[in-house]
């Protein structure tokens, strides 16, 4: 079978499967009667199915209902409670609340966000605003709720080393937990195009990874040296508790890690391709609902196809810090993900490079001061507190950065909404683009 042959008889494999998936989804999407009680108070039983997020003024559970009221009724809701309530993945509930149906709103920039898409991404159909719990049985000991409580005993131990809002700040970067920083300074990494600091993206972890194999390398040969920077991703998939998003984006850091060491883009091209197709069968709504999963795909395919190319044009900087690979990798990921997220929020950063390369060669060590705090906080704060200095030194030079990046004249600009084909339209050059510089770049490593 020829090249062309297999490849297209896997393109129609996928979609015969995506079908598949997607005609099961509306099965099960059918069974989900539980919209029948919407607009009603009711009394809802059923099992925690996420790990509860803690936000400043509430704690958002989603529940897999099992009955609505006594009667037997089936679907998921998205219970927002009193903050103060203790719930953990796997607990059994009663929760007393108006079942309402989500709607889509107006954002700042004029986007409308489709609320109720993204929630459906996540198997939610309803809303349960201003809930209270009426009753909760602790839940069975499960793998995922080890790993939950494990991030959660970790979380307490940095939160009694560090002032808000850097150990909310630290708690982003490490675990991907946003809630607790404070909204201004949320703007100010969005306004300063470093957003994706504050999450555990594929990006993130890729850093760290990076840094793990840079330090193994000087003394360890390097099948060694990669298996340290996996294990390192691993250790931090488990920390932040293994959830889909984590899984995600540790994915995502493997298959950088597979085109950067590895000296093997096509086989990391290859990979994201078999990811995302993966993750697609999985849950097809995230294609159309989910904008993390479509800036991890897109962020990633521009790292592997454009980075090489960019840090020719780069030789000007000094490689020291990896400073040089870590502009190549902004640019090549900004340029890929822009007009993606000028579609999503119609944010223009003009101040995104300069803060990138700024803030990103502390973001491992960062991770690294933070990580070994937390973990000798578990002994006492005491034992911490070199590490505790060094981390906090370095995330108030991080939010120094954003701010100072966001607080400059003409820092961003809104771009007005557009249509959703123009953005796809855009995407067809700079794919074309993003290959043929790619392909380019392979024959001359192998020439």
Request: neutral net charge; proline residues 6%.
């Amino acid at each position: 079978m020829t090249h062309a042959r297999r490849d297209l008889f896997l393109i129609f494999l996928f979609l015969g499967l995506f079908l598949l998936r997607v005609s099961f989804l509306i099965a099960g999407e059918g069974k989900a009667d539980i919209l029948r009680y919407a607009d009603n108070t009711v009394v809802v039983e059923g099992q925690v199915v996420n790990d509860p997020e803690r936000r400043e003024t509430s704690l958002h559970a989603n529940i897999s209902v099992k009955t609505v009221d006594g009667e037997k009724t089936s679907g998921t809701v998205l219970a927002i409670l009193p903050r103060a309530t203790e719930l953990s993945y796997g607990d059994t509930v009663e929760v007393r609340g108006k079942l309402q149906v989500p709607e889509a709103f107006e954002t700042d920039t004029g986007r409308t966000f489709n609320y109720p898409g993204y929630l459906r991404a996540k198997g939610i159909v309803a809303t349960m605003p201003y809930a209270n719990i009426e009753s909760s049985q602790q839940g069975p000991i499960s793998l995922q709720r080890e790993l939950f409580a494990l991030k959660h005993t970790f979380e307490h131990s940095l939160e009694r080393l560090l002032p808000e809002p850097d150990v909310s700040l630290l708690e982003g970067i490490l675990l991907g937990e946003r809630r607790g920083i404070p909204e201004d300074l949320n703007h100010a990494f969005i306004v300063s195009g470093l957003v994706h600091v504050v999450v555990l993206s594929g990006y993130n972890i890729a850093i760290v990874a990076d840094t793990i194999l840079r330090f193994l390398s000087a003394f360890l040969p390097k099948s060694v040296a990669l298996g340290g920077g996996a294990f390192g991703i691993f250790l931090f998939a488990i920390m932040a508790g293994a959830g889909a998003t984590t899984v995600r984006a540790s994915i995502m850091g493997i298959i950088v890690i597979l085109a950067r060491y590895l000296n093997r883009p096509s086989a990391a091209l290859r990979a994201l391709g078999v990811a995302a197709a993966a993750m697609v069968l999985w849950n097809p709504l995230i294609v159309l609902h989910d904008p993390s999963f479509i800036l991890s795909v897109l962020a990633t395919f521009g790292l592997i196809t454009l980075s090489p190319s960019v840090e020719k044009y780069l030789q000007f900087m000094p490689e020291k810090w990896g400073l040089r690979s870590i502009a190549a990798s902004t640019i090549a990921v900004q340029l890929f993900v822009l007009p993606a997220l000028l579609y999503m929020t119609g944010i223009l950063s003009v101040v995104s490079l300069p803060a990138n390369i700024l803030a990103l060669p502390t973001i491992s060590f960062t991770m690294l001061a933070g990580f070994l705090a937390g973990l000798a906080g578990f002994i006492h704060p005491f034992f911490a507190l070199p590490f505790t200095i060094v981390a906090d030194l370095l995330l108030r030079y991080i939010m120094a950065i954003a701010q100072t990046a966001t607080a400059l004249p003409f820092s961003s600009a809104v771009i007005p909404p557009f249509p959703l084909w123009i953005a796809a339209i855009v995407y067809v050059p700079l794919t074309l683009f993003a290959i043929v510089r790619f392909r380019t770049d392979a024959r001359s490593q192998t020439n």
